[in-house]
């Protein structure tokens, strides 16, 4: 099944994503819902490069051709990616919503983050993102409150193969300002989710 059909089966399905598009501009558009408070949810997804990532491997969209959202700043958050970010996050922010970042990212295997998956996740909260949700590691790392914000470097897996332990976290916010964050480990064992 090729990527067209697939972002097809998703909108048909009215399943909202944001990370991967027909070109480029597509692949950047956020998804978004109304929250029953009323409040606006925006959510973008991307893939970040990294010289020692296997990410490397994935398409990213062009201009002309479909793939996925991508943030080409090889390992460094330097002026011009800051104003990149800056310009990811007010897209996001328009109106007042809530603003969610996803980042494809890290080194697999890997609990602790690199330099500069940090320098990244801060870099958007700098902007103005509300929360940073980090994957790819296939490993739990570290997570942190930084400026009041929560950042999870790398939840790991739900559903794998492959035996570790994981969690699911749960946050609680009132308008963007995170009240309480509640974890609950899991240790994945033959394909299945066991609470510790």
């Known amino acids: 099944v090729g990527l067209q059909q697939e972002l097809s089966l998703l909108?048909?399905?009215d399943i909202r994503f944001s990370g991967a598009g027909k070109n480029q501009v597509e692949a950047e558009v956020p998804a978004q819902l109304r929250l029953p408070n009323g409040a606006m949810f925006r959510f973008a997804s991307f893939l970040s490069f990294m010289a020692d990532s296997a990410n490397e491997i994935c398409t990213p969209a062009t201009k002309n051709k479909a793939g996925v959202a991508a943030l080409k700043f090889?390992?460094?958050?330097?002026?011009?990616?800051?104003e990149r970010i800056s310009q990811i996050v007010s897209r996001l922010k328009k109106g007042g919503a809530f603003a969610a970042v996803a980042i494809h990212w890290?080194?697999?295997?890997?609990?602790?983050?690199?330099?500069?998956?940090?320098?990244?996740?801060?870099s958007f909260v700098d902007a103005g993102a509300d929360i940073v949700i980090g994957h790819h590691p296939h490993v739990l790392q570290g997570a942190e409150l930084?400026?009041?914000?929560p950042i999870f470097y790398s939840l790991g897996n739900l559903i794998s193969p492959l035996p570790s332990n994981s969690a699911l976290?749960?946050?609680?916010?009132?308008r963007s300002i995170p009240v309480s964050v509640r974890m609950m480990p899991f240790r994945i064992s033959g394909g299945k989710c066991n609470v510790l």
């Open 106 to 122: 890290g080194i697999e295997r890997q609990t602790i983050p690199t330099p500069y998956q940090v320098s990244l996740a801060r």
């Open 74 to 82: 090889q390992g460094t958050v330097g002026k011009r990616e800051r």
């Open 169 to 174: 976290f749960h946050v609680d916010f009132s």
């Open 146 to 149: 930084y400026r009041g914000k």
């Open 11 to 13: 909108k048909s399905n």
